[in-house]
């Protein structure tokens, strides 16, 4: 017998979140140990499935087909982005449209764990405008 899949894991839209992580490599660095830090973007996208093992075969063709490469500054050092795995995958409930909620995390923390996490609008990210990686390229 079938196992029922909650509510919470379907998407009534057909569309799903997915995120995911590709760290910057370079051509002529050794394979990193689990102590090396790294430069990645945790990117999250939107894709279309009919289900959620549809839509996480999905998100792994989509994110891990970027193979762009990029180059330092003085163009001396060559590197790749490597897709290394999803971060999440969720489904959206609501059709996409101005307003429509995407995403949604519930919190149980005091009142002044929560205000600490609303950020004015010169902390938001859109707003950051310092260069993300000064000495790369793409």
Not at 6 to 15: C, D, L, M, V
Not at 112 to 126: I, Y
Request: aromatic residues 10%.
């Amino acid at each position: 017998m079938a196992k029922k899949i909650p509510a919470r894991n379907q998407s009534p839209t057909g569309w799903w979140i997915a995120s995911y992580i590709e760290r910057a490599s370079w051509n002529d660095e050794k394979r990193p140990s689990a102590g090396t830090r790294c430069y990645a973007w945790e990117n999250t996208i939107i894709l279309k499935a009919r289900d959620r093992e549809a839509a996480y075969a999905k998100a792994i063709k989509l994110a891990s087909s970027n193979k762009s490469n990029f180059s330092d500054e003085k163009g001396k050092r060559a590197g790749r982005w490597d897709f290394m795995g999803l971060t999440d995958l969720l489904p959206l409930y609501e059709p996409i449209a101005d307003g429509s909620e995407i995403f949604w995390e519930e919190h149980s923390r005091t009142f002044e764990t929560l205000k600490r996490k609303v950020k004015s609008k010169r902390q938001l990210g859109v707003f950051d405008d310092k260069p993300a990686m000064g000495d790369i390229r793409g």
